[in-house]
């Protein structure tokens, strides 16, 4: 009887155990949650890379690669990248880890056609200075290309002759026209009026986040940008919800266009998914 009570007692806390590990991990890899900024913490290096190789013909292959290191190990170590070829979502990566201090993640694609290729990336941090205190860091780091198959393969990310010059104003027009229409069908649909927002897109947010937010204290403007990424970590990244309850990838989908109200009062992210429907994400300030 005592040995039957010992495999119990032992079962009953191995079950406790493996319940409350699988629900913590599961916790960690499916959120991004904005903590205040510990200005102790900084990161040693961040950084998202493209860089293509071409194949023979117009084929050509891209490597995606993001990196970060933190200045110590943290509870939770994420990073979260996305991808877009001409206006639209192609590829997001995704890792996380806890207790780690660096992060590395590369994903390749086989392309054919010339394209603008932007990648843009969240770097977060959650580190837990007491069981009660919970900060954060975080950094922005993104990259941008052009591959061009015509009359043979090259790519660049700025031109330098005035066959590139001519084609950065090629695919920068298509993806303009195509954000611009998501940003016009979104904005239409629910009735939104853009005189009253300052607009950037979201691959742009590492370059203008102090210009965009300049209202803003600059530890405001770090909480703005953490929940935003909450927000799109939750509700992009993972899924999309449309007003049907139905989830969609958002694969395929316009850059979302962010809208910061010139009355300081809210954020609205706007873009259009791979069928044409409007989306719209609205974060309280």
């Known amino acids: 009887m005592k040995l039957q009570l010992k495999y119990t007692v032992l079962l009953v806390f191995t079950t406790i155990f493996v319940i409350l590990y699988f629900s913590n991990n599961e916790r960690a890899e499916e959120t991004i949650t904005y903590f205040p900024i510990d200005s102790s913490l900084h990161f040693e290096h961040a950084s998202t890379h493209l860089t293509p190789k071409d194949s023979g013909g117009s084929a050509y292959t891209i490597t995606w690669r993001v990196d970060s290191a933190l200045d110590r190990p ?3 170590r994420q990073d979260v990248s996305l991808l877009y070829t001409n206006g639209k979502l192609t590829g997001a990566l995704k890792n996380w880890r806890q207790n780690k201090q660096e992060l590395s993640q590369k994903a390749k694609a086989k392309e054919s056609e010339s394209g603008r290729y932007e990648a843009v990336t969240f770097h977060y941090a959650e580190v837990h200075p007491s069981e009660t205190i919970f900060t954060s860091a975080q950094q922005l780091s993104k990259d941008k290309m052009y591959a061009v198959t015509t009359p043979s393969f090259q790519y660049f990310h700025r031109p330098l002759s005035e066959e590139q010059i001519e084609w950065k104003k090629t695919l920068d027009n298509l993806t303009g026209q195509t954000v611009q229409n998501g940003l016009e069908k979104a904005s239409q649909a629910y009735q ?13 947010l590492p370059d203008k986040k102090n210009e965009w937010l300049s209202a803003f204290p600059a530890f405001k403007r770090e909480e703005i940008v953490g929940k935003l990424w909450e927000g799109l970590y939750k509700e992009y990244v993972l899924g999309i919800k449309k007003e049907d309850g139905t989830t969609v990838n958002a694969q395929g989908s316009t850059i979302p266009l962010l809208l910061m109200a010139k009355n300081q009062r809210e954020l609205l992210v706007l873009f259009t998914l791979k069928d044409g429907t409007p989306i719209m994400l609205r974060q309280d300030l």
């Open 74 to 76: 943290a509870y939770l």
């Open 192 to 204: 939104i009026n853009l005189d009253h927002y300052n607009i950037i897109s979201l691959t742009d």
